[in-house]
C-alpha cells in the first residue's frame, strides 16, 4: 500500500553493525507497528505504538528499539544486529475503530 | 486471544469459488473473525472482518457458523492473482491492535 512506505527495503549488514528501518504513513493513523517475518513463518510483532507517546513491546523485543518521531513516522532500531535477526520486516498503521491494518511493502535485512 | 486452525495449503481452479476453512474452537463472544492474505514476501492485505454475521465485500464473503467456531473465507471466482498465503486471525477489543499471525493457508490457483 502505497500509504504506508518503508527504507530502505533491502539491507545487507554485517553482525555488530547499528540498522534503523524506517517507516512513514500518510494514511492519518495514530496506531502503527513493527513485525518480523521468518521464512515460511507468519508475521511476529516487535513493537507497536498508539501515539506519539505511547510504545510498546509485543511479543519479540529483545534486540530491538523504536522511536515515534511523529504520528506519521515510526523506525525500529537494531543496535546490534546478529544474524539470526536476519527477516523480512513490515511497518504497519491502523486506525482506533476498525483494527483494519495496513502494511508496508517490507524490508528484507540480512545480517552476515 | 482464541487460537485458529487451518489447512497449510489447499489448490483452486481459476475461475471456480475457493473455499478456505478455519477453526476457531475457543473464541470468546467479543472477538472478532479478520482474515488477511499474503501475496509473496508483500504486505499483507486486510481482506474482511466478522463478528457473527455473515460479511460480503469486494474481495470475498465471509461465512460464520451459528456457534461461531469456525469461518468459511470464500472467493467467488478465483484468479492466479489470488494465490497467496492466506491468514484467519481471531481479534478482540482487548488484543489492543495486536494482531496474531499464524502459519496461514497457501491457497494456489491454477490455470
Known amino acids: 500500500d502505497a500509504d504506508v512506505t518503508q527504507t530502505p527495503r533491502n539491507r545487507i549488514t554485517k553482525t555488530g553493525k547499528r540498522i534503523m528501518l524506517e517507516c512513514s504513513q500518510t494514511k492519518g493513523h495514530d496506531r502503527m507497528y513493527w513485525y518480523r517475518q521468518d521464512p515460511g513463518l507468519g508475521l511476529r510483532l516487535i513493537y507497536y505504538s498508539f501515539d506519539v507517546k505511547d510504545i510498546n513491546k509485543g511479543e519479540i523485543s529483545d534486540g530491538y528499539s523504536v522511536s515515534r518521531q511523529a504520528q506519521a513516522k515510526f523506525s525500529l532500531s537494531l543496535e546490534s544486529a546478529i544474524p539470526n535477526q536476519t527477516a523480512l520486516y513490515f511497518c504497519?498503521?491502523?486506525?482506533?475503530?476498525?483494527?483494519?491494518?495496513?502494511f508496508g511493502p517490507g524490508t528484507r535485512l540480512t545480517v552476515l | 486471544d482464541a487460537k485458529t486452525t487451518q489447512p497449510t495449503s489447499m489448490d483452486c481452479a481459476e475461475g471456480r469459488a475457493a473455499n478456505l476453512p478455519c477453526n476457531h474452537s475457543?473464541?470468546?463472544?467479543?472477538?472478532?473473525v479478520y482474515w488477511y492474505r499474503q501475496i509473496h514476501s508483500q504486505g499483507p492485505q486486510y481482506i474482511i472482518h466478522?463478528?457473527?454475521n455473515n460479511e460480503t465485500n469486494e474481495m470475498a464473503s465471509l461465512i460464520i457458523t451459528e456457534d461461531r467456531k469456525s469461518s468459511t473465507l470464500i472467493l467467488p471466482h478465483a484468479t492466479l492473482r489470488d494465490t497467496a498465503v492466506y491468514y484467519c486471525?481471531?481479534?478482540?477489543?482487548?488484543?489492543?491492535?495486536?494482531?496474531?499471525f499464524g502459519a496461514g493457508t497457501q491457497v494456489v490457483v491454477t490455470p
Open positions: 486471525i481471531v481479534y478482540g477489543r482487548g488484543s489492543w491492535g495486536k494482531l496474531q
Open positions: 504497519a498503521t491502523s486506525d482506533l475503530q476498525r483494527n483494519e491494518q495496513f
Open positions: 466478522g463478528l457473527k
Open positions: 475457543t473464541i470468546s463472544g467479543n472477538e472478532y
